[in-house]
Structure formats: structure tokens, C-alpha cells
């Protein structure tokens, strides 16, 4: 009898412990910086951004795919934590498909996405937008080497300014500031224009051949 009780005891105290047991996974969104890569490849990072190719604003939203989750007027003229919070919600819909540099720059996909769950504007706030981004620098200037190698997949203001520069070689940047393909390839013309490794990377040897350097043949 008393072997029953003690069985009986670990067998409630067992229930109650799963009851305690959260039943569903936590959620959460992309982090800052992904928002802040997906930006700067879709737009420079400009919220104001519209350059007559039906897209606009920091995201490059279409006007139906702005529509679709609940934006009004055109994104570019909308406020950035309105861009921000529009954003949050496309990806909770459709994850990130419906950006092209998402798939550029190998941005992961996590539970939130497609969760079909609207955001609120509290949950966007974390996303950093802040507005117009400062000008670009002169590129015939040489501004101070950033101390940081970039690589592949990197977004940042220093490679805005180096991909600048390089216009001033033929290569039509539009300054998004994202190292992708063409980045790359300027990086190694310019690395085998020096007699620099051409590994790829843009450290300090190649940054200082874009204003010092032979330019790329």
C-alpha cells in the first residue's frame, strides 16, 4: 500500500511538472543587423530612395507588396519607423523572399518568419532605422583606412566610399555599400593591377591603391 502511494505521488508530480512546460517554441525576428545589411543593399540605406524603378524607399517595397500590409501614400515618403515596422511585417508574412539581397547576402530565415503573426510598432523599434544617412564622401579624397578586412557578404559605410572611388574607374557603382559580386571583382582588378595577393579581401594594401594605386586595366 504504501509502495502504491509513493507511485501514485511521482506520477502527480510528474503531470504537473509537463504542465509547466511551455507548449509552444519562442519567436523571434531577424536581428539589427541583418536589417541593417538588407538595407544597405536594397537602397545605400535610404529611406527617401526612389529612383523611378517602381521601388522605394529603404526596403525598395513595390506599391502592391506596400499595399499588402496595410502601407499608405509610397514608402519613401513614409516616416523610417513606418518603412521599419511595414518591413517586420512583410517578413512575418513571406519570410524573406520578397528581397533579393536577402538571398545576396545569405540572410537565415528564423521562426518569425511567415509566421503570419502582425507586429506591433513596439516589436519593429529594435530595427534601427534612424533616417537619411550623412552624404558620401568626396571620392577623389582618400579617407583614413577603416582598420577592418572586408570580405564577401560585409555591408558597411567604409565600402560605400571604396565602391565610389571605383567609379572613377568605369565600374558604375550606385554606392549600396554590400560587398556582392561586382565589388569583388573590382577588388581583384585592382589587386592584380598592384601586385597585391589577389585574395579577394579589402584590406589595407588594396584600399590604399584605390586612390594611390595603378588603376585597374
Given at each position: 500500500?504504501?509502495?502504491?502511494?509513493?507511485?501514485?505521488?511521482?506520477?502527480?508530480?510528474?503531470?504537473?511538472?509537463?504542465?509547466?512546460?511551455?507548449?509552444?517554441?519562442?519567436?523571434?525576428?531577424?536581428?539589427?543587423?541583418?536589417?541593417a545589411k538588407l538595407r544597405m543593399c536594397e537602397s545605400g540605406g535610404r529611406y527617401e530612395t526612389n529612383t523611378g524603378n517602381g521601388y522605394y524607399g529603404a526596403y525598395q517595397f513595390d506599391l502592391p507588396t506596400w499595399r499588402s500590409v496595410g502601407g499608405a501614400g509610397r514608402p519613401d515618403q513614409a516616416a523610417p519607423a513606418e518603412q521599419d515596422y511595414r518591413a517586420l511585417y512583410l517578413y512575418r508574412m513571406r519570410g524573406w523572399q520578397p528581397w533579393e539581397c536577402a538571398t545576396k547576402l545569405g540572410l537565415k530565415a528564423?521562426?518569425?518568419?511567415?509566421?503570419?503573426?502582425?507586429?506591433?510598432?513596439?516589436?519593429?523599434?529594435?530595427?534601427g532605422g534612424s533616417g537619411t544617412p550623412p552624404p558620401a564622401p568626396d571620392p577623389n579624397v582618400k579617407p583614413p583606412w577603416p582598420g577592418v578586412v572586408y570580405d564577401?557578404?560585409?555591408?558597411?559605410?567604409?565600402?560605400?566610399?571604396?565602391?565610389?572611388?571605383?567609379n572613377?574607374?568605369?565600374?558604375?557603382?550606385?554606392?549600396?555599400?554590400?560587398?556582392?559580386?561586382?565589388?569583388?571583382?573590382a577588388v581583384l582588378d585592382l589587386q592584380r593591377a598592384n601586385g597585391i595577393?589577389?585574395?579577394?579581401?579589402?584590406?589595407?594594401?588594396?584600399?590604399?591603391?584605390a586612390w594611390e594605386g595603378k588603376p585597374p586595366r
Amino acid at each position: 500500500m504504501v509502495g502504491s502511494i509513493r507511485r501514485m505521488a511521482v506520477l502527480v508530480a510528474a503531470v504537473f511538472a509537463l504542465q509547466l512546460v511551455p507548449t509552444t517554441s519562442a519567436v523571434a525576428d531577424p536581428p539589427a543587423n541583418s536589417w541593417a545589411k538588407l538595407r544597405m543593399c536594397e537602397s545605400g540605406g535610404r529611406y527617401e530612395t526612389n529612383t523611378g524603378n517602381g521601388y522605394y524607399g529603404a526596403y525598395q517595397f513595390d506599391l502592391p507588396t506596400w499595399r499588402s500590409v496595410g502601407g499608405a501614400g509610397r514608402p519613401d515618403q513614409a516616416a523610417p519607423a513606418e518603412q521599419d515596422y511595414r518591413a517586420l511585417y512583410l517578413y512575418r508574412m513571406r519570410g524573406w523572399q520578397p528581397w533579393e539581397c536577402a538571398t545576396k547576402l545569405g540572410l537565415k530565415a528564423d521562426a518569425d518568419a511567415r509566421s503570419k503573426r502582425k507586429p506591433t510598432y513596439a516589436e519593429s523599434a529594435y530595427m534601427g532605422g534612424s533616417g537619411t544617412p550623412p552624404p558620401a564622401p568626396d571620392p577623389n579624397v582618400k579617407p583614413p583606412w577603416p582598420g577592418v578586412v572586408y570580405d564577401y557578404g560585409d555591408c558597411a559605410e567604409p565600402l560605400k566610399t571604396f565602391q565610389l572611388r571605383m567609379n572613377n574607374f568605369g565600374y558604375g557603382f550606385t554606392g549600396t555599400g554590400c560587398y556582392l559580386d561586382k565589388t569583388r571583382q573590382a577588388v581583384l582588378d585592382l589587386q592584380r593591377a598592384n601586385g597585391i595577393k589577389d585574395s579577394g579581401l579589402l584590406g589595407p594594401k588594396t584600399w590604399d591603391a584605390a586612390w594611390e594605386g595603378k588603376p585597374p586595366r
